[in-house]
DNA sequence: AGCCGCGATACCCGCCGGGTATCGACGGCG
DNA sequence: CGCCGTCGATACCCGGCGGGTATCGCGGCT
């Protein structure tokens, strides 16, 4: 099977439209069907259940869906890494990727420590969506991830457990809760006229609800700031706060905990060192 | 990249020689002298230093090896995944694989329980090498297996424990040491005129050392028998065991975990249903 | 009935992957 | 020291396949 097929393939399958997948292939629709009816002979597998109306995936059409998009992701990352260990030095040696927002203070930490070793390399540091970072592991984009459980799936990644923290609730200022010692999720849920914001999902789509659609923590706090919404978030937002919002603990939260994570086979002296080098702060 | 490019590359770099490369893939040499480069001016790297003796792999050319084999792996894994997705009902469900030679008994139970499932499908059982089941679950040819924590490697797999056992040292009846109620690993080593076999390596190859080589159990339990040689393995090798051999436990040899495991991705009803079983047995 | 949207088919062309023949560089050996 | 053997690169040719345009066939909607 060839990436060629593979990429027309998940690109029908993901738009469920010949015409559509073509035109964002750069190609036309003749050759993009018959491809995919070559792809199905070779694999003596229908994929796709075509109608006059459109496309529909057969059960093997959505395992190849999944394991397609794998596989066209270990390609790309066989791609980058190549480029990159051939890049001439002076290029970034590693690549960090880490959600938008978060662990500042531990990122900024483990790069100083890191810098400080002897043979230390350039680490780039690329902030991406929330859920978007495994991809990144995945096809070679970034080498080494900070990912925060139980929120981030870790699952076909090696890990360290870097830190454990609490989470708190986030009240604007002079909310009468802010009074209590501690607070609940229920305690939260209930309150009127704070609802919790909903969250994009990694599909783009936000989950029903009453709150506000958010897609980054800065609306979020600013949401919170305004008494228009609260939020459970871990506690290290506290270093983020002014007096315009208060952190009250939430004991019934799930903890959060930091972890490094990096794909399963890497190899490479400078990835290794910077884990030593987290797991020691 | 494509894959054929991929291929050639791997061959390449595993037989460092394009003539036998060539022969290997069914086509010339030109040809194949013509894709690598025409890779490598694609990939802007230079991954193989070419001199009139022969080959040598560079820095980045080590890094498209692993990478692209794990690729090629991903992309095998995809098709065969499918095939089988599509391939008419009475065809396996599910594939497990497994050492040859060690858990028969929780391997049987598993099957039994599993069987008795409402719903289950048909497991075939694949028995294979020391340090192949990895590659079997990666390329797709297995869906789940069962690996013996530390003398496998877990990393880029999902895995839960299944069970935990001590390790015992196989000695000849009538050997004093047979006498001890217990060992070290230390003690085992001492012993004149019997010493540990060497197991193969993944690669093909044998360790230094004294000891006869084996490859597989039979052979191993053979030797012991015959009074030429010890060995120290799990303690569910008992119930293998004549009276021409007793196991005395080692207190500190490290104790040996049975996980089952599955790539991390895996989205089957009839996996997740098996793993579930095997957690409760 | 007629039109429209969508995937499949028919047919053509140019490029690229594969083949054979040969070259050029290097090392070994008599 | 020159000859030869080995090995990868180059030159050149051919056929097939990937991609394009034009068109068909089917089904749903009005």
Chains 1, 2 share one sequence.
Not at 41 to 67: F, I, P
């Amino acid at each position: 099977m060839e990436t060629r097929e593979l990429r027309y393939f998940v690109a029908v399958a993901e738009e469920l439209h010949f015409g559509r997948a073509a035109r964002r292939l750069g190609i036309a629709q003749p050759p993009l069907s018959r491809a995919v009816q070559q792809l199905e002979r070779r694999l003596g597998a229908t994929l796709l259940e075509r109608t006059s109306r459109g496309v529909a995936l057969t059960d093997a059409g959505a395992v190849l869906l999944r394991e397609g998009r794998a596989a066209l992701d270990a390609v790309a990352a066989a791609e980058r890494r190549t480029r990159r260990a051939a890049a001439p030095a002076g290029s970034p040696g590693l690549v960090l990727v880490t959600k938008a927002g978060a662990s500042t203070e531990l990122l900024a930490k483990l790069l100083d420590a890191y810098a400080a070793e002897p043979g230390a390399v350039d680490v780039d540091v690329v902030l991406c969506g929330i859920g978007e970072q495994e991809r990144h592991l995945r096809d070679g984009r970034a080498d080494v991830a900070l990912l925060h459980r139980p929120f981030d799936s870790t699952t076909g990644l090696d890990t360290e457990e870097l830190h454990t923290e609490d989470q708190v609730a986030l009240l604007p200022a002079g909310h009468p809760m802010t009074a209590r010692p501690h607070l609940r999720v229920d305690d939260l849920a209930a309150i009127p006229g704070l609802p919790m914001p909903r969250r994009r999902r990694d599909d783009g789509s936000y989950p029903d609800g009453p709150g506000p659609e958010v897609h980054d923590n800065t609306q979020l706090l600013q949401l919170v700031a305004l008494g228009r919404a609260t939020a459970i978030l871990p506690e290290s937002v506290r270093t983020h706060l002014h007096d315009d919002m208060v952190a009250v603990p939430v004991i019934d939260a799930p903890s959060v905990t930091t972890v490094i994570a990096w794909p399963p086979h890497s190899r490479s002296l400078p990835l290794a060192q910077l884990i030593r080098t987290a797991t020691r702060l």
